[in-house]
Nanobody
Framework: QVRPVESGGGSVQSGGSLRLSCLASEYTHSTYCLGWFRQAPGKEREGVAVLASDGSTRYAVSVKGRFTISKDNAKNELYLQMNSLQPEDSAMYYC??????????????????WGQGTQVTVSS
């Protein structure tokens, strides 16, 4: 099975925006849960946003209202639009997928297929 591939990370000033993309192959279709997760040095991995096959979404409290998860099935791509970025958002960001079609948890351990990550750095 094809591994997801993230892109779009980089460095941005506080208050800026970035849009992450994930080439997710067939994971954008059928009964997959899709999600974005992040991990900063010395911190635990955390769920950022998840997207179910029916289009429903869930967000971490820390990013709700600032980040938006979406997908383009035709392009097999998953996106994370990140606005009003703060230094606390700096982390390695990963996209992931799991073979489940109902409730999609924000817990990273529930996801099976992972990308290699893309670095996001937000400076003051």
């Amino acid at each position: 099975q094809v591994r997801p591939v993230e892109s779009g990370g980089g460095s941005v000033q506080s208050g800026g925006s970035l849009r992450l993309s994930c080439l997710a192959s067939e994971y954008t279709h059928s009964t997959y849960c899709l999600g974005w997760f992040r991990q900063a040095p010395g911190k635990e991995r955390e769920g950022v946003a998840v997207l179910a096959s029916d289009g429903s979404t869930r967000y971490a409290v820390s990013v709700k209202g600032r980040f938006t998860i979406s997908k383009d099935n035709a392009k097999n791509e998953l996106y994370l639009q990140m606005n009003s970025l703060q230094p606390e958002d700096s982390a390695m960001y990963y996209c992931a997928a799991d073979l489940r079609g109902a409730y999609c948890p924000v817990f990273w351990g529930a996801y099976t297929y992972w990308g290699q990550g893309t670095q996001v750095t937000v400076s003051s």
